[in-house]
């Protein structure tokens, strides 16, 4: 699946530049509820998707075409691409923190406004709008804290993974610098469900977070204080695990609130189940292999699956690191190959766990990785990828938030000649983070 033409949030266009950088960003709004879009089967005047041939078989013919194509030409076929028989196109998902705060005389009141500020959206690359996602779970409440009085110039990160087309929160910091997240918290786009999963062993931020074939890892980390057993500790969560395809009985884990896709595949419970999962799951983490070292646990990491391995380094940005190779086979953790870490001067991603992209952040290159001469290939160079905070690579497009959070850059990394493109954060809004998944489901 490819992820389909993205344009500016403002302005619709079927061909693009292959570089922009805008001297003045457009105004960009999030939706305040999704779209409503009815079905074309219950329009009073239906009228055949392609005359001569039944629906269903038009269908699948019209499957073929890109969405943004379809959606320019009748409304009958823009109403489609929508639809729930319709194979969903992919989009990009962001965390997004407000720019202003409303000042208030008490800083403790001020405190308690950025605890909840944080909101999470989707860009429609067809519509070119912004949609906010559903709200969290409301029990138990969380409080995923952005900023701290003793952390001035930074956020605090919200670690998230994409795995089988789920975005899955995994760490983030809550009141007096607690982690925040006992346990994963799992949107699933298609079902636009939030659902909680197994508890950690450990709860834990500043942590490295990654994915590989259906499969979470957490490691390192702090947990509610420095431990040095924690921060060698690593787990894993396997999603494709078949004992959770069905709904348990009260002795196993409960899955609230809808269902999460596995591999494309539904799976879950009836949303009158009760929210609380129990403590006894059998479908839960497992502890593996420990780190050789606490090296890991200084910065919030991005571990990077690969190949069978998962691969990160111990800290961001263009400083100089270290780095090292889960093998999942072996369960066992090597060097990394000295010309993969040279080159690893900023965010990374792999695109179907295949290839692996970085951005130099100092110097604004896209690059990709080549495991037979251990080296890297300059993909694009933009100013706009000069002090990159996150990227996603997927459907041929690699997204990356620039530095400021104010735009996402969007490279299409599969043409001889890159294409470049902007995605404006909605006005009033910075990205954190970025991630390519399905369509969101649009309430009808």
């Not at 960003?25 to 005359?51: D, E, F, I």
């Not at 942590?207 to 431990?227: M, P, Q, R």
């Not at 609380?276 to 497992?286: A, V």
């Not at 001469?373 to 993909?379: E, H, I, P, T």
């Amino acid at each position: 699946m490819r992820l389909t033409n993205f344009t500016t949030a403002t302005t619709i266009q079927t061909t693009f530049p292959t570089d922009i950088i805008p001297t003045k960003r457009p105004k960009t709004t999030m939706a305040t509820h999704h779209p409503t879009h009815k079905s074309h089967h219950n329009h009073p005047s239906h009228q055949s998707l392609l005359p001569g041939l039944p629906d269903h078989i038009a269908q699948l013919c019209l499957s073929l075409v890109p969405p943004y194509t379809l959606s320019s030409v009748c409304n009958s076929w823009r109403q489609l691409i929508y639809s729930p028989t319709f194979p969903p196109f992919l989009s990009i998902y962001s965390i997004l923190l407000p720019t202003q705060t409303t000042p208030t005389s008490s800083s403790n009141h001020h405190h308690h406004n950025l605890s909840n500020a944080i909101q999470f959206a989707s860009f429609d690359p067809v519509s070119s709008r912004w949609h906010p996602l559903p709200p969290l779970p409301l029990d138990p409440p969380l409080r995923l804290l952005p900023r701290h009085p003793s952390f001035i110039s930074r956020n605090l990160p919200v670690q998230s993974v994409t795995v089988s087309g789920n975005l899955i929160l995994l760490a983030a910091t809550a009141d007096q610098l607690l982690p925040a997240l006992s346990r994963p918290l799992i949107f699933n786009p298609i079902n636009g469900t939030w659902t909680y999963g197994p508890a950690l062993f450990t709860p834990r931020r500043w942590c490295a977070s990654g994915s590989l074939d259906g499969v979470v890892y957490v490691a390192s980390g702090i947990g509610s204080h420095y431990n040095p057993e924690v921060a060698r500790s690593v787990e894993k969560w396997d999603l494709n695990d078949h004992r959770h395809n069905t709904c348990l009985n009260n002795n196993d884990t409960l899955i609230s609130s809808g269902s999460i896709s596995i591999n494309n595949k539904t799976a879950g419970c009836s949303k009158a189940i009760t929210s609380k999962i129990l403590e006894n799951s059998k479908w839960g983490w497992e502890k593996i292999s420990k780190l050789r070292d606490a090296k890991f646990s200084r910065e919030a990491i991005d571990a990077i699956g690969w190949r069978g391995k998962l691969c990160m380094v111990n800290v961001k940005g263009d400083a100089a690191k270290e780095g090292i190779i889960y093998n999942v086979k072996n369960d066992s953790w090597e060097e990394m190959p000295e010309g993969m870490l040279l080159g690893w001067r900023g965010p990374a991603a792999a695109m179907d766990e295949e290839v692996i992209f970085s951005v130099d952040e100092s110097k604004g290159l896209l690059k990709r990785y080549h495991p037979e001469m251990d080296g890297w290939s300059l993909v694009v160079e933009n100013v706009m990828l000069k002090g990159a905070q996150s990227m996603a690579v997927g459907g041929g497009r690699a997204c990356v938030v620039c530095g400021g959070g104010g735009a996402i850059l969007v490279v299409d990394v599969v043409t001889a000649t890159p294409r470049v493109w902007v995605v404006e954060a909605p006005q009033g809004f910075e990205a954190l983070d970025v991630h390519i998944l399905p369509r969101m489901k649009i309430d009808r």
